[in-house]
């Protein structure tokens, strides 16, 4: 079955310092990845997503995400995590048609001053 | 450019009454899709359309949901009659291309 899996409920960290949220992928073929971000009360800002290229992936508010392969993996990585970016994050595939989108179960992130 | 239209915003009805939401896609974007988000979970594709075509409908319980888009624009979301499990955020997005555009959601409480 196509699934998308975000093992971490929560992840803190201090203002200042460097932060990851992990999500792998179980999708046949070679999916399209994304990040989103979801404020309270709000719908999902697209953050970033990879298609195909370079692994490194560049996104809004200084948020990058690595794709490996291999660990069939697209972690959300951001060097100096903001008080602001406390939100819940959600990795997304898409499916094996290659048409809507399989979210994984969210991903709290709460940045501490 | 503005975004993706929904309404209404909350609703709260109680079981086995019948409720409807509307979604206003971004302009030019062919694609509409239905989420329903429970939760503590993710978002769950329910609908997808094509214009006013349905692309996939698998996971809709098509007992007590139905959806339309007859002229390929707007779309409504019907559930009747309603379960306390449909107790959930109700997302609608749009794209063009591979890039889905959300909108802030109608939250309904089944009581």
């Known amino acids: 079955a196509q699934s998308v899996a975000q093992p971490e409920d929560q992840v803190n960290v201090a203002e200042g310092n460097p932060l990851t949220v992990k999500c792998t992928y179980s999708v046949s073929g070679n999916p399209y990845l994304f990040w989103y971000v979801q404020y309270p009360n709000r719908g999902l800002q697209f953050l970033l997503k990879y298609i195909t290229g370079d692994n490194l992936v560049k996104g809004s508010y200084g948020f990058e995400a690595e794709f490996n392969k291999s660990q069939t993996s697209f972690h959300l990585k951001k060097p100096s995590a903001l008080v602001s970016d406390s939100a819940l994050y959600f990795c997304?595939?898409?499916?094996?048609?290659?048409?809507?989108?399989?979210f994984g179960k969210g991903t709290t992130l709460s940045v501490s001053s | 450019e503005a975004g993706v239209a929904q309404s209404p915003r909350y609703k709260i009805i109680e079981k086995r009454q019948s409720v409807a939401f509307w979604c206003n896609p971004i302009s030019g974007h062919a694609t509409l899709y239905w989420y329903q988000q429970i939760l503590g979970q993710g978002p769950k594709l329910l609908i997808q359309?094509?214009?006013?075509?349905?692309?996939?409908d698998s996971q809709l319980p098509k007992d007590r949901f139905s959806a339309e888009r007859l002229k390929g624009v707007d779309s409504t979301l019907k559930i009747q009659p309603a379960k306390l499990e449909d107790s959930a955020v109700y997302l609608c997005?749009?794209?063009?291309?591979?890039?889905?555009?959300f909108g802030p959601g109608t939250r309904l409480t089944v009581l």
């Open positions: 359309f094509q214009n006013n075509g349905v692309v996939d």
């Open positions: 997005a749009s794209s063009l291309d591979n890039e889905q555009f």
């Open positions: 997304a595939s898409t499916n094996q048609a290659g048409t809507a989108l399989i």
